[in-house]
């Protein structure tokens, strides 16, 4: 009994920074087991506030079909295999990289460490396909990537639809070699990778820059105010940090944003006239 109530008193300050408790510094021992990074912090609290399961509370009949049938589409489509493999080939090629390659292509952010950059830059599975599902609903006429990725997730938006081409901003050659070795293996036409670009409005618009916080919010801000804007934005690792909630907390709030939808790795806003304005946490 004594160890569950230490238990909930100190998961309750690491998740929520409150409280003191020195007269259980006799239990200090175990404290090691509790202490947890940011992202872990966040997604416990995700995990509470987050529901709409199946629909469930959504009134809009969009958001509705949105959620029920794209989101939470359990079904096989034929890309999901080949994104597989490419994740896996990813996986094999950071084996093989030379310690040099390797500190460059993960030192891009003080502190931060080898397996956090990746986790951040290499989306779940689950994510990629639902990248897939939803450029294949939306049905968009152009598509644009900003960011850093090895590669999977600019081929679950390019299969979607092979008429689309993406456009995609890497800047970092090291990433980009990646993309190209993904393009080159599954034989992907439709992207067109460069390292810099101008900000395009696309219909379908995916931004990933997690530690150029920066550079994020500019983008973000180029495409969310252009005047009758009438597209999707998924934004990645919105709870990466602090600064990323901040700019996720501005941009759901922006006018031309309609429905927000927190699903803890990406966010999606989604600006369409004639939806109210509303901001969902989705668990996923």
Sequence with gaps: MIIQTFIFIKVKIV????????KYSKYSKYSRHFLMNYRTRKYIKYLFSAGHRKGHG?????????ITEVIENNGFFSAYPLLKAAEENVRNMLKMLDAETYQQLYDTKPGSDSSTTKKLHLLPEKFNRLLFRLVNDFGPESVSFYGSTFGVTLLALALADR????EAQVENSH?????????????VGNIFLRGSAEVVASDFVVVQH???TEECDQILSQILTTPFYQGVVILCGIHSSEEMEVIWSKY?????????????????????????????????
């Design 210 to 212: 997690l530690f150029n």
């Design 175 to 187: 990433y980009r070699s990646f993309c190209l070795r993904l393009m080159e293996v599954y034989e």
């Design 58 to 66: 959504i009134h809009s009949p969009f958001l509705f079909r949105l």
């Design 163 to 166: 008429r689309v081409q993406l």
């Design 15 to 22: 998740i929520f920074g409150e409280a003191k408790y020195s």
């Design 252 to 284: 759901k709030s922006a006018e031309t944003v309609r429905i927000s939808l927190d699903l803890f790795e990406i966010g999606i806003l989604i600006c369409k006239k004639g939806l109210q304005k509303e901001d969902f946490v989705l668990r996923f």
